[in-house]
T-cell receptor, first 111, second 113 residues
């Protein structure tokens, strides 16, 4: 079946270092979404990318959607302790009725 | 402010018990979802509903059932809880199915002894 794979599973960084998580889908996606889940919290929507090759920025976060619309990345510049949590990518299934999530990348930031 | 409310944050049940997890949303969304979250496995879809009284199986429906009698309420039912159903359960709703933003509840952490 349709799968969304995400790497790495964990990432430990020193505060101030950059961080990137990568997402790959087994099928072409109409859009890709990114969510953040703080420790003990629930996933919260960050952004949605729709166009092939699209790049969007939110302050220190840069999101990219691949040309083939099968992969995506989230890059955080100069991490801060407030960035800790798990970042999930997600995309709709072929029929568009449900959202399939990657396993997530858990980010640890050492002050 | 949009809100998805799950009835219980923490539950402890015994093997074989019937368990109800309730979810209510106040955004008039058509679509509602139940996911379970386990370490290293991400969020896996159990069931979803795109209309009142409609339900569709997700990727891991075995051992679960759902009920959607009203638009704002989506219930997850474990007919006979088992220890492998110990997990975090997350309810979500959206305006336009799998192509739009999901709004999640706080989650219900279920422990089955």
């Amino acid at each position: 079946g349709q799968q969304v794979m995400q790497i790495p599973q964990y990432q430990h960084v020193q505060e101030g270092e950059d961080f990137t998580t990568y997402c790959n889908s087994s099928t072409t996606l109409s859009n890709i979404q990114w969510y953040k889940q703080r420790p003990g919290g629930h996933p919260v929507f960050l952004i949605q990318l729709v166009k092939s090759g699209e790049v969007k920025k939110q302050k220190r976060l840069t999101f990219q959607f691949g040309e083939a619309k099968k992969n995506s990345s989230l890059h955080i510049t100069a991490t801060q302790t407030t960035d800790v949590g798990t970042y999930f990518c997600a995309g709709p299934n072929t029929g568009g009725f449900k959202t399939i999530f990657g396993a997530g990348t858990r980010l640890f930031v050492k002050a | 402010d949009v809100k998805v409310t799950q009835s219980s944050r923490y539950l402890v049940k015994r093997t074989g018990e019937k368990v109800f997890l309730e979810c209510v949303q106040d955004m008039d969304h058509e679509n509602m979802f139940w996911y379970r979250q386990d370490p290293g496995l991400g969020l896996r879809l159990i069931y979803f509903s795109y209309d009142v009284k409609m339900k569709e199986k997700g990727d891991i429906p075995e051992g679960y059932s759902v009920s959607r009698e009203k638009k704002e309420r989506f219930s997850l039912i474990l007919e006979s809880a088992s220890t492998n159903q110990t997990s975090m359960y997350l309810c979500a709703s959206s305006f336009n199915g799998g192509v739009g933003e999901l709004f999640f509840g706080e989650g219900s952490r279920l422990t089955v002894l």
